[in-house]
């Protein structure tokens, strides 16, 4: 067997679906509202999110694509991850996190050798900024000097696979070359923060700013935007995660992060992490589930409830931090949350129900 079926890919996202509720939890926890979350859920919220989750999220999505049964290893190794971390076994959750993002790095280079372009070439970097987070964590480096290299690896392979798409709306050589300088620079600036955060973040967060503009002007999300159904939606996804974007990395070019304090590293991370990139996450789904699970995600307009949440409570956050309110902040983080649960919800009704539809049809006409 040269690659995994479908039912067999599942156990994969549990396990990060997992390291998503633990972390969600303990995110709470850490904004100050009363609830049971395990311990570390609480300490290494960061790394259940960005390393666990979605490090099993879109290493299995990559595993898929390649289509080689040794492909699966990385997400299985990110997913194991975080269930050490769970139970305790921190030391050998960072080995499994280093390995996971390792063999993440491995297989994206290996489509990169296979189709060399811009858009596999950013992905590959994606994956390589994994890798310098994992790393750094394992070294016990302190959250802002892990942090950025989460950020990069979520904005570079968010771009990679906008890219992709790209030759729909065909892009300037000009443009194209900017954006592999941006994507370069942005992994340097990335990996300095380990050594130099002070002066690395600063960068940083202007080339996340250039990196939303170039979005916001050439992906195909502009045109897609006047269109009907899951098209709009999707691209409204997309354009309002570009604004988050833009947001988030104005806040760390003005201010450093974590430099200016906890609220402006705190606004400028979840602008990122929950505004942009969440917003991606619901705006993929419907795409992503068939093409990993075969399993349909049909649209329905029921889509725009979490969506109108999750940003709508992102800007009362983002309010809280800026203002230095706690309360705000806190009750800003409660509806990043409700709005994930509620979105998990509607899509998994969406599919039940479709999947339910077709068992019916089937049997009408067997």
Same mark, same amino acid.
């Given at each position: ?173 000009? !443009?194209?070359? %900017?954006?592999?300088?941006?994507? =370069? /620079? *942005?992994?340097? $600036?990335?990996?300095? @923060? #380990?050594? &130099? +955060? ?106 725009? !409830?979490?969506? %109108?949440?999750?940003?709508?409570? =992102? /800007? *009362?956050?983002? $309010?809280?931090?800026? @203002? #230095?309110? &706690? +309360? ?39």
């Amino acid at each position: 067997m040269s690659d995994l079926r479908p039912r067999a890919r599942a156990p994969l996202l549990v396990l990060g679906f997992i390291a998503l509720v633990a972390g969600t939890l303990g995110g709470l926890v850490r904004l100050g509202v009363t609830l049971p979350a395990p311990a570390a859920g609480i300490a290494w919220h960061g790394a259940l999110m960005a390393s666990a989750f979605f490090g099993t999220l879109i290493a299995l999505e990559r595993a898929v694509a390649i289509g080689r049964l040794w492909g699966y290893a990385a997400p299985a190794a990110n997913g194991a991850g975080g269930a050490a971390l769970l139970l305790g076994a921190w030391t050998a959750a960072f080995v499994l996190f280093v390995l996971g993002a390792a063999l993440f790095t491995l297989a994206s280079a290996s489509i990169w050798l296979r189709h060399r372009a811009l858009h596999t070439g950013v992905l590959a970097l994606g994956a390589l900024a994994l890798l310098i987070a994992n790393l750094a964590l394992a070294a016990g480096r302190p959250l802002e000097m892990v942090a950025p290299s989460w950020l990069a690896f979520f904005v570079l392979t968010i771009g990679g696979e906008r890219l992709e798409l790209s030759r729909l709306a065909p892009v300037p050589r000009s !443009a194209r070359i %900017a954006f592999a300088a941006v994507a =370069l /620079a *942005l992994l340097a $600036a990335a990996a300095g @923060a #380990a050594f &130099a +955060p002070q002066a690395a973040l600063h960068i940083l967060g202007l080339l996340l700013f250039a990196t939303a503009l170039w979005l916001a002007r050439y992906d195909i999300a502009t045109r897609t935007v006047r269109a009907k159904g899951l098209t709009r939606y999707i691209a409204l996804c997309l354009l309002a995660g570009y604004a988050w974007l833009a947001l988030g990395g104005a806040v760390l070019a003005a201010t450093g992060g974590f430099a200016a304090g906890r609220e402006f590293w705190d606004a400028a991370l979840h602008a990122v992490l929950a505004g942009f990139v969440f917003s991606m996450v619901f705006g993929h789904a419907p795409v992503i589930l068939p093409a990993v699970l075969r399993i349909a995600l049909p649209y329905h307009a029921a889509l725009y !409830a979490p969506l %109108a949440l999750l940003h709508a409570t =992102l /800007a *009362l956050r983002v $309010a809280g931090d800026l @203002a #230095a309110s &706690a +309360p705000l902040r806190a009750a800003g983080g409660s509806g990043n949350a409700a709005a994930i649960a509620l979105f998990i919800l509607t899509a998994a009704t969406l599919a039940l129900s479709a999947a339910a539809r077709r068992r019916s049809a089937t049997a009408r006409h067997s």
